[in-house]
């Protein structure tokens, strides 16, 4: 399997980083797992076409992870997705999806129909299934299962296993460290996990995890790779890297935009 880190940012304006948004090719699949802000820019940087993708997994509502959802559906339908694009997330991703496409950008869904060109005939072509706790989707050559995570104060968080090829990567979108990932990554290839700064007694540590703990979790998965990612502006490889590495002693990488790895 191929995964290509389109965004390892998070909500700050960040000019080296997008916000969240990891494709993974696998099987007969070409999976985006979140779908934040710049996604679609960074695929035109990539080569990658907005078309290709068959199936986008969205981890939870924040814009750092949906913003480009809306780009995502309108580009691949007009420049050349001929397959049905299945999106899958957490409830409230069925009426987030209803909103955009029946009502935010209804005027250039219309506008675009009434020029009857045969790219955009079939109409957006979306199918939304929303997923909780243990849900699995699976396909030709793989197979995501969800896991809900500890996000406070999102309701509903997930985290996605994607396996294929005999392999096995675990993608936690954001968390607070937390047993559901130490379960659910158990002997992965590769963890991505999130890694955030905030001063010690932030309640943002509610939702997302240190770099100490991050490898910490690592450590208790047992993983062969761990990728830190979903990052703030100022955070440097050095001191990430270091503060993951006080328990975890394998192979460590710092995402950064336009990376690709194969496990
Ligand atoms: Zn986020
Ligand atoms: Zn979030």
């Known amino acids: 399997m191929e995964i290509c880190f389109l965004g390892t940012g998070a909500p700050y304006p960040d000019p080296q980083r997008g916000s969240s948004a990891i494709l993974v ?19 035109a940087r990539m080569r990658i076409a907005p078309a290709a993708i068959t199936h986008c997994f969205l981890t939870h509502a924040h814009y750092d992870h949906v913003a480009d959802y809306a780009p995502l559906v309108l580009t691949s339908w007009r420049f050349g997705r001929r397959h049905t694009l299945r999106v899958y997330g957490p409830p409230g991703t069925q009426a987030m999806s209803e909103a955009l496409f ?8 219309a506008a675009r129909k009434a020029l ?23 396909g030709e050559g793989w197979r ?22 005999g392999k ?8 607070s460290p937390c047993d559901a990932v130490r379960e659910a990554a158990a002997g992965v290839d590769l ?3 999130e890694a955030m700064y905030f001063p010690p007694d932030s309640g943002h540590y509610r939702g997302h995890s240190h770099p100490v703990d991050v490898g910490e979790v ?14 703030q ?21 710092m995402a950064s935009d336009q990376m690709r790895l194969v496990v």
């Open 25 to 43: 090719d696998v099987g007969s699949a070409k999976i985006l797992l979140d779908c934040g802000r710049a996604c679609i820019q960074q695929m």
């Open 102 to 109: 029946n009502e935010v950008y209804k005027i250039d869904i």
């Open 116 to 138: 009857q060109k045969e790219d955009t005939e079939r109409g957006i072509d979306v199918q939304v299934i929303e997923l909780g706790d243990g849900a699995v989707v699976e």
């Open 144 to 165: 995501v299962r969800a896991t809900q995570v500890e996000h406070w104060p999102i309701p509903i968080s997930l985290g996605f296993l994607v396996e294929g090829n």
């Open 168 to 175: 096995r990567m675990f993608f936690t979108g954001d968390t």
């Open 191 to 193: 963890l991505i996990h």
């Open 218 to 231: 690592a450590r208790q998965t047992e993983t062969k790779h761990l990728v830190l990612t979903h990052l």
């Open 233 to 253: 502006p100022e955070t440097t490889m050095e001191k990430l890297l270091n503060d993951a590495a006080t328990h975890f002693t394998r192979r460590m990488t």
